[in-house]
Structure formats: C-alpha cells, structure tokens
C-alpha cells in the first residue's frame, strides 16, 4: 500500500510493473504496517471467531471515528484473497467477515488516516 504525502490518497498496488507509484506528481510514500501500539489499546486489530464468524474491533479503547481522525477501512488476509470493508465516520471502528474457513485468515490490517497501517498476525 502506498499514501500520498499530498492529498493522503491511500493506494494497494496489486502487480508490480517495475514503475513507481505516483500521485499529485510525486512518487507515493510506501506504508509499513505496524504491529505495536506504543498506547498498547487504540491501534492493533483486536480478532474473535464465532462459529464461520470473524468479527475484527480496532483496540482494546475504542478508537476516534471523526473525518478528522478514523479507521478509514478494515482488511483481511486469507493468503489466496483479500477482504476489505471501508468504514464511515460516526460508526464503530469494526468489521464482520463470514467464511467457511477462518482458520485461513493469516492478518489482520487496518488503516487509520492520522497513524498509518496497523496489522495482526493470527
């Protein structure tokens, strides 16, 4: 995934042409994904199964979902396909996925507009 240090575009670049990723007119900063929370509450998926269920919140302390600072979308992993569920402001920092294998969701990811790229390993 890459952001913009303009205009905070977010991009998933899916085949690598060799070419980098511009935006604004400018090369696109390539995002890591973090995995430690320095506050230990507000960023790490937090990831629970029920039955076919995976339900992923976003910390242990409910996080901001103002347009000013938000988890702009939850994703998940299975190693053969990605998931994602874009979030709107005002609403819960949450996500429900239904599939026939959870065992096959490998991490967790989350992106939020002011800290960056957040992931869980399972």
């Known amino acids: 995934m ?3 240090s303009h205009c905070g575009n977010v ?4 085949v690598d042409a060799g070419v980098p990723v ?3 007119g400018e ?3 390539e995002l890591v994904a973090n995995t430690e929370d320095a506050s230990l509450e507000k960023h790490v998926p937090a990831v629970s199964w029920e039955g076919n269920e995976i339900q992923v919140k976003i910390g242990e302390v409910e996080h901001p979902m103002t347009p000013e600072h938000m988890i702009n979308f939850i994703m998940i992993d299975k190693g053969c396909a990605l998931f994602i569920k874009p979030l709107d402001p ?3 920092a949450e996500a429900k996925y239904t599939t026939s ?5 490998k991490t967790v990811y989350e992106y939020c507009n002011l800290h960056g790229l957040w992931k869980k390993e399972l």
């Open 101 to 105: 294998n959870p065992e096959s969701v």
């Open 27 to 29: 090369p696109m900063e």
């Open 11 to 14: 991009v998933m670049k899916l």
């Open 90 to 92: 005002g609403k819960p």
């Open 2 to 4: 890459y952001k913009c």
């Open 22 to 24: 511009v935006c604004c």
